[in-house]
């Protein structure tokens, strides 16, 4: 699938100003990632300007398309109904967005839940890594200043009741969901505006697609209250979801045609006072089968 994101022609200038100079695309792909910008977003920029130098094409003009690989499964919504039920309990709706398509729910989680997930995690903790764009190894990058670690699918039997709660929940198989990732900000932590599905930009990700099909939607449970700050933001949809214990939050990226929606991108604000924690799961559109298997 395409999808169209911003790109300000300053950027612009300042990496065909660079490139003119001499510098090294990757050195100023690692300059933007310096300085805020997704890993992939920096590398899909600088291979746009340079392309268009090289080629005497005409220069991005405020805009970038990113080409990714297009889910094979149509959009999703959830039920339409105001709970679901689950195993072992009822979630609520609490409310829904068009674009992207998103929704907020209570009553996933348990208090005691939450609790034996930090306590879990807690030692196993390092800081959060993404994937290098030039070496496609995992590095780790100031954009995202949290710490994190992966349970692995049905580790335990709490991750697998969780697992299996999330799949009644979303209505997909639990076998399409990625290992549940555990995050935890303190004050001042943050992740930046980016996308979850993957881009094939380098032979990590493309492994990545080629093993466990392309991510298609995201469920973020928030493991606790935070007092301030800490917010999942939607910058080009205007809207901010307050973390608060045992509520979730589920959102796709795109339509039934494999189009992208620039709306899904989402960023995670800076956690003002105390600390946030929340858990992660990536959902793919087949069977994810895990790196190393």
Not at 17 to 46: C, K, P, W, Y
Not at 198 to 217: E, F, H, K, T
Request: proline share 6%; glycine share 8%; charged share 25%.
């Amino acid at each position: 699938m395409a999808i169209t994101v911003k790109f300000s022609n300053p950027v612009r200038d300042w990496i065909a100003h660079n490139l003119g100079r001499g510098a090294e695309e990757r050195d100023i792909v690692r300059e933007l990632i310096s300085n805020g910008t997704q890993a992939d977003f920096a590398n899909a920029m600088v291979s746009a300007v340079a392309h268009a130098l090289r080629h005497g094409a005409p220069m991005p003009d405020d805009k970038l398309v990113l080409e990714t690989e297009a889910p094979s499964a149509a959009r999703r919504r959830l039920h339409e109904a105001s709970t679901m039920r689950v195993a072992d309990g009822q979630v609520r709706v609490l409310a829904r967005m068009a674009r992207p398509a998103a929704t907020l729910l209570s009553n996933v989680l348990a208090e005691e839940e939450c609790a034996q997930l930090i306590s879990a995690a807690r030692p196993r903790l390092r800081p959060s890594r993404v994937v290098d764009p030039i070496t496609g190894l995992d590095v780790v990058k100031d954009h995202r200043s949290s710490w994190g670690m992966f349970f692995r699918p049905a580790e335990t039997a709490l991750i697998e009741k969780i697992e299996r709660r999330i799949a009644r929940v979303i209505d997909r198989p639990v076998e399409h969901g990625e290992g549940l990732q555990i995050l935890h900000y303190p004050v001042g932590a943050e992740s930046t505006p980016h996308f979850d599905f993957l881009m094939p930009v380098n032979d990590a990700n493309r492994a990545s697609i080629a093993r466990g099909g392309q991510r298609v939607c995201t469920f973020i449970m928030y493991l606790n209250d935070v007092p301030a700050g800490g917010e999942t933001t939607f910058p080009d949809a205007g809207w901010s979801v307050v973390p608060q214990r045992g509520n979730a939050l589920y959102f796709e990226y795109g339509d039934a045609a494999g189009h992208g929606d620039p709306a899904s991108l989402h960023a995670g604000a800076p956690v003002l006072e105390g600390e946030k924690w929340i858990a992660t799961k990536w959902v793919r559109d087949r069977v994810f089968v895990p790196r190393g298997t």
